[in-house]
């Protein structure tokens, strides 16, 4: 029987071990020396949340799910129904089919086929791959149909810094501004500087305590043209995550749902992307794949 998440990948190198499902090519356990580095769910399990899920071909939230592209009107199924907007693209729940394997590689590949708020096909290709620096994703989309796509991709773990929750942990974010959203719909409304906002300037580590946390970032300081977002806990143990230009946005998350308590603040959505919310609308930083074009990014997680 094959499990609810998928066909699995165990890849390992030295105090790494990641799991991979095969459904939506989703993290859904990455390990150090035993400790947990984003929160893990079980292999007979319905992905919950989006957790590790690779999100493509956009990121975040298309609001009311339409847009337009080539002149045309186009309407995808509202996948996030309280807000009414189509929430982390299309390969999420897609049976990635294995192209490559070796004990600390995978490579998986799924096809978006054409319909009818996304008439486009691109194949996704994904690879984990594990090394002393860590796992690192690396997401290539390439057009295989005869019109111009709209992309962008990230993916959704949920870093654990160490133990406790999100609250008792310390967040280096490195991000100047944010974009600014309502409170009801999470509609993106404009590019703030972080300056107007102290509660979510973390450019110097500091505990993240009781904040909500739903937004994206941008005007990130890099080093060696790296963006990097470091989760720890009081131990000094930790998480970082790391990435580069493709990627000029990052989405954080503090999970907040009090009505699951095992769930509610357990981990941080650290959300590298290479465009903002709504995207398809707005335009900025969007991914334009010509016919036989090929884009692609990724991100590294690793112990601290």
């Known amino acids: 029987m094959i499990p609810r998440s998928g066909r699995q990948f165990t890849l390992s190198h030295h105090e790494y071990r990641a799991e991979i499902a095969a459904v939506g090519a989703t993290l859904r356990a990455l390990c150090h ?16 949340a989006y957790r590790g899920a690779t999100l493509a071909p956009w990121p975040n939230r298309i609001v009311d799910g339409r847009y337009r592209s080539g002149g045309a009107g186009l309407q995808l199924p509202l996948t996030e129904p309280a807000r009414g907007h189509a929430l982390h693209g299309l390969v999420a729940w897609l049976d990635f089919a294995e192209q490559a394997a070796q004990p600390d590689r995978v490579v998986l590949v799924a096809t978006i086929e054409p319909q009818s708020g996304y008439p486009f096909r691109v194949e996704v ?20 149909g005869p019109d111009a796509a709209p992309w962008g991709t990230g993916p959704h773990p949920y870093l654990v810094g160490g133990a406790g929750r999100v609250d008792d942990w310390t967040l280096l974010l490195p991000a100047s501004e944010v974009l600014t959203v309502t409170e009801d719909r999470l509609i993106p ?78 981990g941080l959505a650290v959300e590298p992307m290479t465009c903002p ?28």
Do not use: K
Request: charge should be negative.
């Open 125 to 144: 290709e994904v690879e984990y791959r594990l090394d002393d620096d860590g796992l690192t994703q690396t997401v290539t989309a390439r057009n295989i």
């Open 277 to 304: 919310p709504d995207a398809f609308n707005s335009g900025v930083d969007l991914v334009t794949l010509e016919a036989g074009d090929e884009y692609a990014a990724s991100w590294r997680i690793s112990a601290v």
């Open 189 to 266: 409304t404009g590019i703030e500087q972080i300056d107007a906002h102290p509660e979510w300037d973390f450019r110097m580590p500091r505990r993240i305590g009781d904040v909500f946390i739903d937004h994206a970032f941008t005007a990130l300081a890099r080093m060696d043209d790296l963006a990097q977002v470091r989760v720890t806990a009081p131990d000094g143990t930790g998480v970082a995550m790391t990435w580069d230009r493709r990627c000029p946005w990052v989405q954080i998350h503090t999970a907040d749902d009090p009505g699951l308590p095992d769930a509610h603040r357990v």
């Open 33 to 48: 020396s035993g400790r947990d580095l984003v929160v893990p769910f079980g292999v007979d399990e319905v992905r919950p």
